[in-house]
Structures are given as C-alpha cells and as structure tokens.
C-alpha cells in the first residue's frame, strides 16, 4: 500500500509540474508585476517606479513569455500611468530618425531577394573560390558575410545552407561513385588473374579442391570490407565537414551583420541611444564612421573563426585542404553543381540591374555624406543641424523601387510583338509593375522590430527624465579606479554571456542605457564601453537557440548542442579580443575615445 501511495503522489506531482510548465509564460506575465509591486509602493519615488518598469520588461525580454514586440510597448502604458512621462512624449519615441533607416535599410535588402541577387552574387563568388574544402569553407563564410552586411542574417543563411548541402552532397556522391569504381577493377583484376591460373599448363593436382573456391571467397570478402571500411571513413569525413560547413554559414552571418550600420538590429540601437541619451553628439555614430571601425573588425574575426573551424573540422593538413592547385573528379562534379544552379537564374535581367544601380549608389551616399576626412554632400544642408541623416539617404533611395518599372518598355513592346505574332490578337498593353510592390514589403517586413527599437528608446528616455540614470551612475561611480581596458573587457564577457540566453535586441537595449550612465559617472568615453558591447551582443554562437541562423543551421540535423557549444565557446572568446583590440587601437584613434567629451555631460544635467 504504501508503495502504491508513493507512486501515485509521483504521478500527480509529474502531472501538477506538466501542468505548470505549460502555462509557464501566464504565471510569469502575472507574477513577475505582483512580485516587485512593493519596489514603487515601498519608495514611491520617480528612479524607482522606472526600475519597476524595466526589471518587469527585461524578465518578459528574457524568458519571452510575451512577443518581444508587445513587452516594447509597455512603457507606453505603465510610464503615464505612474507618472513618469506623458503620452504624447513616450509614444513619439516609437518612431525616430533610426527607425527610418532600419526600415529603408530593409527595403533595399528586400528588393535585393526579391529579385534573386542575393544568390546570384553568391554563386558567381563562389565559382570563383573553387571547391577545395580549406577555400570552399573561406568562400561560403565571406559571401555569408558579405551579404548579411546588407540583409538579414537569417535569410542569408537560409539562402547558403542549401547551396552548401547541395556542394557537399556532390563530393560525397562523387567519392562513392569513385571508390566503388576502384573496388570493380580491383575485382576485375583479381578474377582475370584467377583466369590466368586456370588455364595455364601447369599442374593443378597440387590444388585442393575445397581450397580453390575458399580462397576466391575470401578474396571478395576482402574487397567488401575494403569497401565498407571506405564507406565508414567517407561518411566520418563528410560529418565533420558537414558540421564545419553549417557553423562557418551561421556563424559568418552574425559575424558579418556587425560591419555596417544597418546590418543588425543592435546596431541600430546604438545609434538611436547615442542620439537619444546624448542630443549634442556631433552626429559620431553615422554608416561611414560605424563602417570605419567595424569593418576592419569583422574582417579580422572572419578569418580567425575561419583559422578555428578549419582546425576544428579539416584538421591542420593545409596542403591537402587547400589541394595545391590540383583538381581530382569529385572537385569537378561540386564546380558542376554551383554552375548549373548560376545557369538557372540565366542572364541578369533589368530588375537585378535597377536595383544594383540603387544599391550601390545608396552605400555612395551613406559613405559620403559625412565621411569624417573631408566635407560630404550634406554638409551645405547640416551646416544649422543633422537636417540630413542616414535615415534620409536610405528613404529616398528606397522609395526608387516603388517608381522604377521591373522591366524597359522596350523589351515589353517585343514581348507584345511576339504575342502578337502566336495569337495573331493584339494583347491589351500594360505597364510594367515597379521593382517592388508593397504587397511584397508587407509580407517580409519585421515590422515587430520597429517596436522593439522604439521600446529601447521610451527605456533610455524614461531613465533620464525619472532620474534613474544619474542614480545609476553615482552607485557605479566606485569603478573609476579600474583600468578601462578592464572594465571594456567585463562587460563584453557580460553581455556576451547574457546575449545566449537573450535576444541581442533585447540585451541591447536593457544594457546600453546603464553602460551609457557608468560612462558618465566614470568620467570614460560613452562608445569606449557602448560600442563593443554592441558588438558582442551579435556574438551568440554557443545555442541552437541563441540567433535564427544557429536555429537554422541545427534544424538540418547533423549538429549537435555539444558542436555548437565547444566551436562557439572559443569563437565568443576571439570576438571579444578582437573588439577590444579595436576599440583600444585603430577605435581609439577614430573617435577620441581617450578623452571624455563635452556632450558626455548631459546625462548630469537631467531632472
């Protein structure tokens, strides 16, 4: 009896904890307000009812029991209702300068996969690169990155998984088909000497009679096991090159989304903060001075995380991995594969041109309209104020997809013509659409990061206005005694622990309005700590489900949680050296980061 009891309390316990765990995110949503209630009742003060309002709206960020998007808009409820900011200012937070740029930023990267660039950019590099593993591995990672510098890194990885799959697939078919060949004429070999024996002239009384067929036997059970031990040493190899390739595509598109301003959210999220928490900075987050910095940076980790997965996967055979120039049949077939898909998207057509053209004439204008050595175009008109930003450059570009047509009249008029000719019935004439259509944008919008963005900014206005901020940075005044190399490099181990189990948007922006009120308190350079930590948040490579493209890399099934931890453990390492180095280097000389500056200040003047 007593053992039935035991079991049965078990049972209803497993049940009660299942229960529970289901409806995890409806007892946090409730519980988590209830809990730290006491915090503003208790000291009913402005700094504290704001610290309310993020500790509620960072456990919601980091346990995500409720979209991302919709956490971002609670300030608009609970920061008029305690008396912390009215209406009208928390909702004009939501869309700012930097939110113009994330969105005209998104649109050229959806007109960029509208119309297939992106993948004919990728292959022709490909081709290029060639398809020794060392190289092939170097080519999928720099177009990887290459291409989330300007669109999302989930639909670049969603993109060159399967072209590096496919590749992948090829080699190992090829080196089947290879070895099975050479296993045949081993066999065709062995039987035309056996023949030879038989029909000789000597004597074969010699011969046992039960030994003859052993021996053949055990012949072809030779060749079968040679076979099989090739099959098992192929299939190992292609595992592990299978693996390497999936982490060198996730990884670089993270790692490639940190080189431009608008290639990932937290980024962006700078930006706004930097301009939010300090108005008087002279415009010195912008696209050319971010690309000045992270750039050089991203390339930097490109190729040391290319160096560890290469040791990692392929092993330190250099010559074999980079196959001095040698080309065997397996490498032919893959080089087959990458050029029949090119072939598939045939000769470029206008649409991909239009958008090229607007492309590259949008990053001309990011580059010069204030490139920091020398006057820009806008300098005229930003001579009273920033009356042009990146923001204006990257809608007005954008807007040119919604005028351009997808295709010359020209070329419609021949295609009427030749409709004409096979139905011999004049076809009614009609325009072109434009590069894009808005049905289009609507669907591949992230429209919930727009709110996210704003989010973050009604936090750092919140801060400032309640006093929060001052309050912060007097308690963490005591660090000015640490070196700032130190303190730059604690708080990216921080961030970049934090960011694994956390949204890099999320972690962003609950972090940099703190690091921006130590670095006032501190006397330090606000982009000394704002600007690697920024970084370091895109660096999530240890969980499957710390960023879409490691999701997206371990749904194909040949990862493992324990791959991902040990490659991105050490690439978390070498992305955090190699900010800071950075920041301490070629960083420092960019933007003064030795000094503190005048528009620092302003955090002490708040309310």
């Known amino acids: 009896m007593p053992s039935n009891r035991n079991s049965q309390v078990c049972r209803l316990l497993k049940e009660i904890g299942g229960l529970l765990w289901s409806y995890r995110n409806y007892l ?36 995500e029991c409720m979209p991302l998007a919709m956490t971002a808009l609670l300030p608009v409820i609970l920061f008029p209702m305690l008396g912390i900011m009215e209406s009208g200012k928390v909702c004009v937070l939501y869309l700012k300068d930097s939110n113009m740029l994330f969105i005209g930023g998104l649109l050229v990267a959806i007109a960029v996969e509208h119309w297939n660039l992106h993948k004919r950019i990728a292959l022709k590099v490909l081709l290029i690169v060639g398809v020794r593993p060392a190289l092939l591995m170097l080519g999928f990672m720099s177009v990887t990155a290459f291409l989330s510098m300007w669109i999302s890194n989930t639909a670049t990885t969603a993109m060159m998984l399967p072209i590096a799959q496919a590749v992948l697939e090829q ?28 029909t000789s002239k000597l004597p074969l009384d010699n011969l046992n009679e039960k030994q003859w067929p052993y021996e053949v036997s055990s012949v072809e059970n030779g ?10 040493a192929r299939e190992e190899k292609y595992l592990l090159l299978n693996k390497g390739m999936s982490l060198s595509v996730c990884y670089s598109a993270s790692i490639g989304g940190t080189a431009t301003l608008t290639g990932t959210t937290p980024n962006l999220i700078l930006k706004g903060q930097m301009d939010d928490i300090f108005p008087e900075n002279p415009d010195v987050i912008n696209f050319a001075s971010w690309f000045g910095f992270a750039f050089p940076n991203m390339v930097l980790m490109l190729l040391l995380s290319w160096l560890w997965l290469q040791c990692m996967y392929l092993g330190l055979n250099f010559k074999k991995s980079f196959g001095c120039g040698t080309k065997n049949e397996g490498d032919r077939e893959a080089y087959k594969v990458m050029k029949e898909e090119y072939k598939k998207l045939g000769k470029m057509k206008f649409a991909e041109a239009a958008v090229l053209t607007v492309f590259l004439g949008l990053v001309v204008l990011w580059f010069t309209r204030e490139p920091g ?59 072109p659409p434009a590069l894009l259509q808005w049905k289009v944008v609507h669907e591949r919008m992230p429209w919930n990061i727009v709110l996210l963005l704003g989010g973050g900014f009604a936090l750092a206005s919140g801060s400032e206005v309640s006093g929060l901020s001052v309050w912060l940075g007097e308690s963490l005044a005591p660090l000015k005694s640490i070196p700032p190399f130190a303190i730059s490099l ?13 949204s890099n948007t999320a972690t962003t922006t609950l972090f940099l309005p703190i690091l921006a009120s130590m670095a006032t308190a501190i006397e330090l350079h606000p982009l000394y700590v704002m600007l690697p930590c920024t970084i370091c948040a895109s660096l999530a490579f240890m969980l499957p489900v710390a960023t879409p493209p490691n999701a997206i890399a371990f749904s194909y099934g040949t990862l493992k949680v324990l791959d991902m931890a040990k490659a991105g453990f050490i690439l978390n ?35």
């Open 223 to 232: 060749w079968d096991s040679a076979l099989e031990s090739r099959r098992k």
């Open 490 to 502: 604690i708080l990216c181990l921080l961030v970049g622990t934090f960011t694994e189990c956390s």
């Open 373 to 431: 050595f020398m006057p820009g175009w806008a300098a005229e008109l930003n001579r009273k104020g920033q009356f042009v930003t990146d923001g204006t450059v990257a809608i007005l570009m954008s807007m040119l997809f919604f005028i351009i047509p997808s295709q010359l009249p020209l070329s419609m008029c021949n295609a009427v013509d030749n409709e004409e000719e096979e139905t011999s019935e004049r076809p009614k004439p009609t325009a």
């Open 573 to 607: 390492i070498i992305g955090i050296l190699c900010i800071n180095l950075g920041i301490n280097t070629w960083g420092a000389a960019m933007f003064r980061l030795d000094t503190f500056p005048s528009w620092a200040n302003v955090t002490h003047g708040a309310p």
């Open 171 to 198: 080699l190992s078919n090829t080196e089947a088909e290879s070895d099975e060949r050479e296993v045949k004429e081993g066999r065709e070999n062995q039987a035309f000497e056996m023949s030879e024996v038989t």
């Open 28 to 63: 946090i949503i409730f519980i988590t307000p209830l809990v730290f209630l006491p915090l503003p009742i208790v000291i009913p003060t402005s700094e504290a009812k704001c610290g309310y309002v993020i500790i509620v709206m960072a456990l919601y960020w980091c346990t």
